[in-house]
């Protein structure tokens, strides 16, 4: 599934999952996932809020493996797609997407518009 980072502020926060994700993903009673970051395991809460109005994921230690990937370097701060994999029973894996990934879904909009061909010198 892809989901979004979340900043708030001067920083990362989290990740933003989506509604439909949360209900097609996380069943209900679930109240701790597992995430893998690269070499990193950690488990993180779900709060009661996921299934009906903020379905996002924060806690500090994928706060500090989001911004050590450098993400928002960029002033604009815009929502990076990332690939969160479903790897068993609430475990999941968290993977950047590919800048030609996102290229082929159509994720910048710059990117996706027509090239037009150089004109040829008068």
């Given at each position: 599934m892809v989901v979004k980072t979340q900043s708030k502020g001067s920083g990362v926060t989290g990740l933003h999952v989506g509604a439909s994700n949360a209900r097609r993903y996380f069943p209900q009673h679930t109240s701790v996932i597992e995430l893998q970051l690269d070499h990193?395991?950690?488990q993180c809460r779900l709060e009661p809020g996921f299934w009906r109005d903020e379905p996002e994921i924060h806690d500090p230690r994928l706060c500090a493996?989001?911004?050590?990937?450098?993400?928002?370097?960029q002033p604009n701060r815009a929502p990076i797609p990332m690939a969160l994999i479903p790897t068993g029973a609430n475990s999941f894996s968290l993977?950047?997407?590919s800048l030609?990934?996102?290229t082929r879904s159509g994720q910048t909009r710059s990117q996706s518009r027509p090239r037009q061909a150089p004109q040829p010198a008068a």
């Open positions: 990193l395991q950690i493996w989001l911004i050590s990937k450098n993400l928002h370097s993977q950047l997407i030609s990934a996102q």
